[in-house]
């Protein structure tokens, strides 16, 4: 029998339309040769144009999900991306505290490409306190950073996106990802930060439209090439290519947004084998 490929155990939200949660961390990580465990810790009803309504499991659930396939497989790295409530943020914290060596990649889902609020203030401070100082590298979009590193009750606290990763840095974290989808730029920046300072930055040509599930994309390719052996910086650069790939092969099946084509990479051969066989 052939070995196993590297395990990736992912705590997200279902989506129905396929675009971002668990299906987008599933097909991220099988398309880029990992093998996929999925825990739910929401039901979600949504489609490419917005979030309509979360539901959130017992968290009880969500642990004994984890803890089921733990007790079973071997997982190389965690990666966690909507979470639903406070309660589920510490019955993850806990789950994962069991497994300090396994690198753990945190995407900070705080609200959907619409604008639709789905992280609580206390969830944000739940979070803070209990996951990103267990976490190897956490990937905020602009906005997010900002939210995470505001200083609490400081309406006039305004800080550059250099000094958010500061701040989320004293938190316990390794690294910072912060992405610059929504910053008013040429070209989206995205700057990788350790506690030595700024790692990599790396510029990509500003997409037209907008996508459903680039953020669990991204994170998720990073938790695959991770999986797969890179050290942090050298898997920061290959899966933010893999993203830009997704997006630029990127279609739009509803009235919303673009989604990722994950499988871009298949979708190329067959048509080179089709080109050749002609």
């Known amino acids: 029998m052939s070995s196993s490929p590297p395990i990736v155990l992912t705590f997200a939200a279902a989506d129905p339309s396929g675009g971002a949660g668990l299906q987008a961390d599933i097909l991220t ?6 093998h996929a465990l999925s825990v739910v810790t929401a039901v979600t009803v949504q489609d490419t144009v917005g979030v309509e309504d979360v539901f959130p499991l017992d968290a009880e659930w969500v642990a004994d999900q984890a803890r089921c396939v733990l007790e079973d497989m071997p997982v190389t ?3 966690i991306g909507l979470l639903g409530s406070v309660e589920i943020i510490a019955a993850i914290a806990e789950v994962v505290s069991d497994y ?3 690198p753990l990649v945190l995407d900070p889902v705080l609200s959907s490409g619409r604008g639709d609020e789905l992280a609580t203030d206390d969830m944000v401070v739940a979070m803070r306190e209990l996951l990103v100082p267990q976490t190897t590298l956490i990937t905020p979009n602009s906005l997010e950073a900002r939210r995470l590193a505001i200083n609490d009750g400081d309406d006039n606290d305004d800080p550059s996106l250099e000094e958010c990763a500061r701040r989320i840095l004293t938190l316990g974290c390794e690294y910072v990802l912060i992405t610059g989808t929504h910053e008013n730029t040429a070209q989206v920046v995205n700057v ?10 790396d510029n990509w040509q500003r997409l037209a439209g907008t996508y459903h599930g680039s953020g669990c994309t991204l994170a998720s390719a990073i938790a695959a090439t991770i999986a797969n052996g890179l050290p942090v910086s050298e898997a920061v650069r290959d899966a933010q290519e893999y993203t830009w790939q ?3 092969s990127g279609y739009r099946p509803g009235m919303g947004q673009h989604v990722p ?3 871009f990479w298949a979708r190329e051969e067959d048509a080179e084998n089709e080109q050749k066989a002609n």
């Open 246 to 248: 997704t997006l630029s």
């Open 192 to 201: 990788l930060y350790s506690q030595d300072g700024v790692v990599r930055s």
């Open 29 to 34: 990580l099988s398309s880029m040769g990992c």
């Open 77 to 79: 790295v965690f990666k």
């Open 261 to 263: 084509d994950r499988l």
């Open 100 to 102: 300090p060596e396994v």
